[in-house]
C-alpha cells in the first residue's frame, strides 16, 4: 500500500531517469513529492482563442493541427518542429525545439488542448514549446488551474503533475497530526484533502486553505518541539544562586543612574530564574541602547557574591571589549567593595580588573588558572572562551549577546568542562537588540521564556531620521561638518558592494573583501575630499584584532571625529558622543539592521541624527526607509520588516529547513497561536508521545530536518 513514507524508487513506473530528476529536487518520498508545493498555477479556466492571443500571454487553445513539419536548426544542432494551429477564429504557429518525436505524435488533424507562452518572432506570434493533451482523454496540463513547481533539468513541472496525481490519488488513509478539532475550528481541511486542493485546485481561492492546513502540520511540528526541549530543560538540574532582597537593593544603590521600569522587571523575571535548581532559558530583548548590558551585570554580581561564575560571550572582540568597560564603568566600585573581580578574554588580549580603575594585562594562561581555582568570577569574551577548554567550575551563568538559542548540548558541554561530578547545567540569557516580531518570538525562539525592555533610560531625545536623495548630499555633509565643530562625532556605514546583483543563489558565500572595497573607497573620499580638515578613520571585519581595538578606542575617547565602518560595528558599540549615523546605500540594508545602526546613536542628552542615504528612486525601498522615520520602537518596525520582506530575509536568510510553506505561515499569529495551544495541549496529555507513535515519528523527522540555532 502506498503511504507517505514509501520511496519514490519504490513505485512502479517511476524509472531511474525519473528517480534521478526527482532525487536533484530532494524528493525521495512520496511525501517529500507530495510536500513539494507548486509555486503558482497557470490559469486555463478559461480556453483562449487563437483571435484573442496576447503577446506573454500563457495560454491555453483548443484547436486543430492544420499542418506541421520539423526542421533542423544548423547552428544549433536542434530538431524544431514546427505547426500551424487552427480554431474558429484563426491560426496560430506552435513551435517545439529538440522534441522531434512531436511530428509523429501530432498529425495533421488532431484536435486538442495546447497550452504555452505566446511568444513573438520577426513580428509573427506562436506558441512556444506547448504542452498538449488531445481532447478526449482526462486533461493535467492545459485546462483549469495548472500547478507550476520548482522545476529543473530533467523534471519540469509537467513531469511532476505527471506524477503527483496518481500518486494523490492513491493515497489513502493519512495519518493527522494535527488534533482534528484544531483543524475544524479554523475551518481547514484534512491533510490529505489539503494535499489534493493544493494540487489539483478548483480555483486559486481553493488552494489558501489547503496551504494553511499544510503550515499548520510544520508550525505544529515546530510547536511540538519547542514545548518538549522546555520541559526537557526544565528537568535538568541547576545552580539555584541564594540571593536575598538586600544584596540586590545594596547593588542597585551602587548604580550610577536609576534602572527604568522595564529593565526592573526584566530583571526580577530574570533573578526569579536563576533562584530556581532548574536552568533558565531567557531571551532579554530590548530596543538597542535600552541596557540590557545592566541587567545581566546585577544578575553576574549577584552570582559572583555567592560564590558562581558567570561568562558573557560577546560575537565580536569589539563587543566583548565594550561589555568589559561598561562593567567597568557601571560597577567600579561595587565590584571593589565585594572584593569581587572580573576579566575580559578574548583571543587577542586578557585583562582583568581589580576594581578602583585597577587593571592589568595578563598572560592567558594565568586568567585561564584563575578561571579554572574559581577566583575569577565574571569572564567576558567571545565564544572562543568557550571552546579554547577554559573550564569554569562554578559557572551559574552564560549570557549570550546576539545568539538566539543555546542548546542543551553546548550547556552540557560547558559543564562537562567543569569536571568531575558536575551535573548542574548553566543558567542562560540570551540578549537581543534585534526586535523579534511576536510572531518569531512564539515560533523560531518559542522554546525561550521572553523578557522585554520596551523603554529607553529617560534623557533620551527621539533621534531625528532623515531620508537624504543624492542631491542634498553636500547639505548632509555641512551639517555633519557643523556637528562635529560642537564636539560631537559620526558614523559613516558602507554596505558590501554585491558581487552579483542578480545573484540568487542563497548559498554563495559573500566576499567579505567586497565590504572592505566599499569602505575604502568611501573612507578615501571622506578623509581626503570632503573632510580633509577633520579627523576620519576606518573599520571594517578584514582589519587585525589590535588594529580594531585601535581605532574603536580612539573613536570613543573622541581622538577621531568620524568613524567609516562596514556592518561591524551593527551592534553594541556604545560611545555616546557620537551624535550622527549617515548609511549609504541605505535601501540595500534590511529595516531590523537600519534599526541597528541607528540605535549606535541617541545615547546621551544631545539631539542625534540618523542620515539614510540612497540613491534608489523606486516606491518600494523608499517606502521601506520610510518606515524607519516613523516607526515608533523596534517591535513596530520588525513587524514591518517581516511583512515587506518575509521571514526568511527576517531571520538573516539562515537555512533555517523550515519549508517555505510554514517560514510564510510564521507571519499568521491566528495559525501560529492555534498550533501552539494545540501543541500544549497534545503534551499536557501525552508528554512523551507515547500514546501517539505515527506523530512521534514525524516529530523526529521534522527535528532532524530542521535547525533553527
Ligand atoms: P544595550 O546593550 O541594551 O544596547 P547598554 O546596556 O549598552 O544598552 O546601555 C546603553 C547605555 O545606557 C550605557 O552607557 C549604559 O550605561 C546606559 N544606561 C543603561 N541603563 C540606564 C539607565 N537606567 N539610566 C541611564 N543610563 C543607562
Ligand atoms: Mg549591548
Same mark, same amino acid.
Given at each position: 500500500m502506498l503511504t507517505l513514507n514509501t520511496e519514490l524508487a519504490h513505485i512502479q513506473g517511476i524509472n531511474k531517469r525519473l528517480q534521478d530528476g526527482l532525487k536533484k529536487l530532494g524528493l525521495i518520498t512520496v511525501r517529500d513529492l507530495v510536500l513539494h508545493l507548486p509555486n503558482r498555477y497557470d490559469d486555463f479556466s478559461n480556453a483562449a482563442t487563437i483571435a484573442d492571443l496576447a503577446v506573454g500571454q500563457i495560454a491555453s487553445v483548443r484547436a486543430r493541427v492544420a499542418k506541421i513539419e520539423m526542421r533542423r536548426s544548423f547552428r544549433r544542432n536542434m530538431a524544431i518542429v514546427e505547426a500551424v494551429l487552427e480554431d474558429r477564429t484563426g491560426s496560430v504557429r506552435a513551435v517545439w525545439f529538440n522534441q522531434p518525436y512531436i511530428l509523429r505524435s501530432l498529425p495533421v488533424g488532431t484536435v486538442g488542448n495546447f497550452a504555452g507562452k505566446a511568444t513573438v518572432s520577426q513580428g509573427a506570434l506562436y506558441l512556444s514549446n506547448p504542452v498538449y493533451e488531445p481532447a478526449y482523454a482526462e486533461t493535467k496540463h492545459t485546462e483549469g488551474l495548472v500547478p507550476i513547481y520548482p522545476e529543473t533539468k530533467g523534471m519540469t513541472s509537467r513531469g511532476i503533475r505527471y506524477l503527483m496525481r496518481p500518486i494523490l490519488d492513491a493515497l489513502k488513509d493519512v495519518p493527522e497530526c494535527v488534533p482534528h478539532d484544531v483543524c475544524k475550528k479554523l475551518d481547514l481541511p484534512s491533510f490529505l484533502e489539503a494535499l489534493r486542493m493544493v494540487h489539483m485546485p478548483q480555483s486559486a481561492e481553493a488552494a489558501e486553505p489547503a496551504k494553511k492546513r499544510i503550515a499548520l502540520e510544520d508550525l505544529f511540528l515546530l510547536q511540538l518541539t519547542n514545548l518538549q526541549a522546555k520541559m526537557k530543560l526544565a528537568q535538568e538540574p541547576a545552580h539555584p544562586v541564594p540571593w536575598t532582597d538586600a544584596e540586590r537593593d545594596a547593588l542597585l544603590a551602587e548604580l550610577p543612574f536609576a534602572l527604568t521600569g522595564s529593565q526592573r522587571s526584566s530583571l526580577d523575571e530574570i533573578l526569579a530564574d536563576i533562584q530556581r535548581p532548574h536552568p533558565m532559558n531567557r531571551l532579554l530583548q530590548g530596543d538597542v541602547g535600552s541596557g540590557k548590558t545592566v541587567v545581566i551585570a546585577v544578575a553576574a554580581l549577584l552570582a559572583a557574591r555567592h560564590g558562581f561564575q558567570t561568562a558573557i560571550l560577546a560575537p565580536t572582540e569589539t563587543l566583548a571589549r565594550q561589555h568589559y568597560r561598561t562593567f567597568e564603568k557601571i560597577f567600579n566600585r561595587a565590584v571593589h567593595d565585594w572584593s569581587l573581580n572580573f576579566a575580559l578574554m578574548t583571543s587577542a588580549e586578557c585583562r582583568a580588573s581589580y576594581g578602583e580603575g585597577l587593571e592589568t594585562d595578563l598572560p592567558k594562561a594565568r586568567v585561564a588558572s584563575r578561571i579554572k581555582d574559581g577566583h575569577l568570577k565574571i569572564v567576558i569574551g567571545t565564544h572562543a572562551l568557550l571552546q579554547k577548554g577554559v573550564t569554569f567550575p562554578r559557572l551559574a551563568l552564560v549570557a549570550v549577546d546576539e545568539q538566539h538559542r543555546f542548546g542543551v548540548e553546548q550547556r552540557a558541554a560547558l559543564t562537562k568542562s567543569a569536571g568531575h561530578g558536575a551535573r548542574a547545567l548553566p543558567h542562560f540569557l540570551s540578549m537581543s537588540a534585534t526586535p523579534i516580531p511576536r510572531t518569531l518570538s512564539l515560533t523560531i525562539f518559542g522554546d525561550l521564556d521572553l523578557s522585554i525592555i520596551d523603554e529607553l533610560p529617560s534623557g533620551r531625545k527621539p533621534i531625528i531620521t532623515k531620508v537624504v536623495a543624492s542631491t542634498d548630499r553636500p547639505k548632509a555633509h555641512a551639517f555633519i561638518r557643523q556637528e562635529i565643530k560642537k564636539g560631537r562625532q559620526a558614523f559613516v556605514i558602507c554596505p558590501r558592494i554585491e558581487e552579483s546583483e542578480d545573484s540568487d543563489d542563497a548559498t554563495a558565500i559573500p566576499n567579505a573583501w567586497s565590504d572592505v572595497k566599499a569602505v575604502t573607497q568611501e573612507y578615501e573620499k571622506l578623509a581626503k575630499e570632503i573632510f580633509p580638515d577633520l579627523k576620519v578613520a576606518m573599520l571594517h571585519g578584514k582589519m587585525k584584532s589590535a588594529e580594531k581595538a585601535a581605532v574603536m578606542d580612539a573613536f570613543a575617547k573622541n581622538k577621531t571625529n568620524i568613524l567609516v565602518a562596514t556592518s561591524v560595528i551593527e551592534v553594541g558599540v556604545d560611545v555616546p558622543n557620537a551624535t550622527i549615523m549617515a548609511i549609504e546605500d541605505a535601501d540595500r540594508f534590511g529595516l531590523a539592521q537600519l534599526y541597528q545602526f541607528r540605535g549606535r546613536v541617541g545615547r546621551s542628552s544631545h539631539q542625534s541624527a540618523c542620515l539614510l542615504f540612497t540613491a534608489n528612486k523606486s516606491a518600494v525601498s523608499r517606502e521601506r526607509l520610510k518606515a524607519l522615520t516613523t516607526a515608533k520602537n523596534g517591535f513596530e518596525l520588525a513587524e514591518k520588516d517581516l511583512a515587506m520582506r518575509g521571514p526568511g530575509e527576517f531571520l538573516g536568510? %539562515?537555512? %533555517?529547513?523550515?519549508p517555505d510553506i510554514a517560514m510564510n505561515a510564521l507571519n499568521d499569529m491566528e495559525l501560529v497561536k492555534a498550533a501552539r495551544t494545540a501543541a500544549s495541549d497534545v503534551l499536557k496529555k501525552d508528554k512523551d508521545l507515547k500514546q501517539n507513535p505515527h506523530l512521534e515519528e514525524r516529530l523526529n523527522a521534522f527535528r532532524k530536518a530542521v535547525h533553527l540555532e
Amino acid at each position: 500500500m502506498l503511504t507517505l513514507n514509501t520511496e519514490l524508487a519504490h513505485i512502479q513506473g517511476i524509472n531511474k531517469r525519473l528517480q534521478d530528476g526527482l532525487k536533484k529536487l530532494g524528493l525521495i518520498t512520496v511525501r517529500d513529492l507530495v510536500l513539494h508545493l507548486p509555486n503558482r498555477y497557470d490559469d486555463f479556466s478559461n480556453a483562449a482563442t487563437i483571435a484573442d492571443l496576447a503577446v506573454g500571454q500563457i495560454a491555453s487553445v483548443r484547436a486543430r493541427v492544420a499542418k506541421i513539419e520539423m526542421r533542423r536548426s544548423f547552428r544549433r544542432n536542434m530538431a524544431i518542429v514546427e505547426a500551424v494551429l487552427e480554431d474558429r477564429t484563426g491560426s496560430v504557429r506552435a513551435v517545439w525545439f529538440n522534441q522531434p518525436y512531436i511530428l509523429r505524435s501530432l498529425p495533421v488533424g488532431t484536435v486538442g488542448n495546447f497550452a504555452g507562452k505566446a511568444t513573438v518572432s520577426q513580428g509573427a506570434l506562436y506558441l512556444s514549446n506547448p504542452v498538449y493533451e488531445p481532447a478526449y482523454a482526462e486533461t493535467k496540463h492545459t485546462e483549469g488551474l495548472v500547478p507550476i513547481y520548482p522545476e529543473t533539468k530533467g523534471m519540469t513541472s509537467r513531469g511532476i503533475r505527471y506524477l503527483m496525481r496518481p500518486i494523490l490519488d492513491a493515497l489513502k488513509d493519512v495519518p493527522e497530526c494535527v488534533p482534528h478539532d484544531v483543524c475544524k475550528k479554523l475551518d481547514l481541511p484534512s491533510f490529505l484533502e489539503a494535499l489534493r486542493m493544493v494540487h489539483m485546485p478548483q480555483s486559486a481561492e481553493a488552494a489558501e486553505p489547503a496551504k494553511k492546513r499544510i503550515a499548520l502540520e510544520d508550525l505544529f511540528l515546530l510547536q511540538l518541539t519547542n514545548l518538549q526541549a522546555k520541559m526537557k530543560l526544565a528537568q535538568e538540574p541547576a545552580h539555584p544562586v541564594p540571593w536575598t532582597d538586600a544584596e540586590r537593593d545594596a547593588l542597585l544603590a551602587e548604580l550610577p543612574f536609576a534602572l527604568t521600569g522595564s529593565q526592573r522587571s526584566s530583571l526580577d523575571e530574570i533573578l526569579a530564574d536563576i533562584q530556581r535548581p532548574h536552568p533558565m532559558n531567557r531571551l532579554l530583548q530590548g530596543d538597542v541602547g535600552s541596557g540590557k548590558t545592566v541587567v545581566i551585570a546585577v544578575a553576574a554580581l549577584l552570582a559572583a557574591r555567592h560564590g558562581f561564575q558567570t561568562a558573557i560571550l560577546a560575537p565580536t572582540e569589539t563587543l566583548a571589549r565594550q561589555h568589559y568597560r561598561t562593567f567597568e564603568k557601571i560597577f567600579n566600585r561595587a565590584v571593589h567593595d565585594w572584593s569581587l573581580n572580573f576579566a575580559l578574554m578574548t583571543s587577542a588580549e586578557c585583562r582583568a580588573s581589580y576594581g578602583e580603575g585597577l587593571e592589568t594585562d595578563l598572560p592567558k594562561a594565568r586568567v585561564a588558572s584563575r578561571i579554572k581555582d574559581g577566583h575569577l568570577k565574571i569572564v567576558i569574551g567571545t565564544h572562543a572562551l568557550l571552546q579554547k577548554g577554559v573550564t569554569f567550575p562554578r559557572l551559574a551563568l552564560v549570557a549570550v549577546d546576539e545568539q538566539h538559542r543555546f542548546g542543551v548540548e553546548q550547556r552540557a558541554a560547558l559543564t562537562k568542562s567543569a569536571g568531575h561530578g558536575a551535573r548542574a547545567l548553566p543558567h542562560f540569557l540570551s540578549m537581543s537588540a534585534t526586535p523579534i516580531p511576536r510572531t518569531l518570538s512564539l515560533t523560531i525562539f518559542g522554546d525561550l521564556d521572553l523578557s522585554i525592555i520596551d523603554e529607553l533610560p529617560s534623557g533620551r531625545k527621539p533621534i531625528i531620521t532623515k531620508v537624504v536623495a543624492s542631491t542634498d548630499r553636500p547639505k548632509a555633509h555641512a551639517f555633519i561638518r557643523q556637528e562635529i565643530k560642537k564636539g560631537r562625532q559620526a558614523f559613516v556605514i558602507c554596505p558590501r558592494i554585491e558581487e552579483s546583483e542578480d545573484s540568487d543563489d542563497a548559498t554563495a558565500i559573500p566576499n567579505a573583501w567586497s565590504d572592505v572595497k566599499a569602505v575604502t573607497q568611501e573612507y578615501e573620499k571622506l578623509a581626503k575630499e570632503i573632510f580633509p580638515d577633520l579627523k576620519v578613520a576606518m573599520l571594517h571585519g578584514k582589519m587585525k584584532s589590535a588594529e580594531k581595538a585601535a581605532v574603536m578606542d580612539a573613536f570613543a575617547k573622541n581622538k577621531t571625529n568620524i568613524l567609516v565602518a562596514t556592518s561591524v560595528i551593527e551592534v553594541g558599540v556604545d560611545v555616546p558622543n557620537a551624535t550622527i549615523m549617515a548609511i549609504e546605500d541605505a535601501d540595500r540594508f534590511g529595516l531590523a539592521q537600519l534599526y541597528q545602526f541607528r540605535g549606535r546613536v541617541g545615547r546621551s542628552s544631545h539631539q542625534s541624527a540618523c542620515l539614510l542615504f540612497t540613491a534608489n528612486k523606486s516606491a518600494v525601498s523608499r517606502e521601506r526607509l520610510k518606515a524607519l522615520t516613523t516607526a515608533k520602537n523596534g517591535f513596530e518596525l520588525a513587524e514591518k520588516d517581516l511583512a515587506m520582506r518575509g521571514p526568511g530575509e527576517f531571520l538573516g536568510r %539562515t537555512q %533555517t529547513g523550515m519549508p517555505d510553506i510554514a517560514m510564510n505561515a510564521l507571519n499568521d499569529m491566528e495559525l501560529v497561536k492555534a498550533a501552539r495551544t494545540a501543541a500544549s495541549d497534545v503534551l499536557k496529555k501525552d508528554k512523551d508521545l507515547k500514546q501517539n507513535p505515527h506523530l512521534e515519528e514525524r516529530l523526529n523527522a521534522f527535528r532532524k530536518a530542521v535547525h533553527l540555532e
